[in-house]
């Protein structure tokens, strides 16, 4: 089975067994769902815990998971990383990607040249970016929109970008 991370546990909450969570998703109201299944990685093993409750603090979320309702239970999760599995993911619309799709792409230029790899995908205020390690070693951010993302092929691990004049 395939997991996918989408949270950190950073504390407790209360006495009665809530935890702070920190999301590493797009889609809290669905992970973070009541009843919904996660998987709590303690120990180096997948603990299936179900959601009794979830709500919005300041940055974060306060989970509760069903049958762990002390603070003593819940204690040792703290720093422990939460996750789904990826066949429970929800199916995006055409041409919309996880980010954890994009990462590890080859990177071709409109020549079809290779020019490097996806390393990561990191979110800025106005738009993503794809930064990516050149052949050379040298690591660059692309902005990830329509006006340098050409083409993304996920089954051929590859991804076709738009160059110009001092982008990489």
Known sequence: MEYLKIGKIVNTFGIK???KVISYSDFNDERYAKDKLVYVYYHDKYL???ISNAR???DSILVSFKDLNDINLVEKYKNCE???TKDSLHKLDEGEYYFFELKDLDVY???NKHIGKVLNVEEGLAHNNLRIELLNGKKCLVPYVKAFIHKV????KRIWIKTIE???
């Open 166 to 168: 001092g982008l990489l």
């Open 17 to 19: 067994g809530e935890l």
């Open 109 to 111: 230029d409109m020549d």
């Open 82 to 84: 939460v996750f789904v």
């Open 56 to 58: 919005d603090y300041k």
């Open 153 to 156: 092929d996920i089954e051929r």
């Open 48 to 50: 299936p815990m179900t």
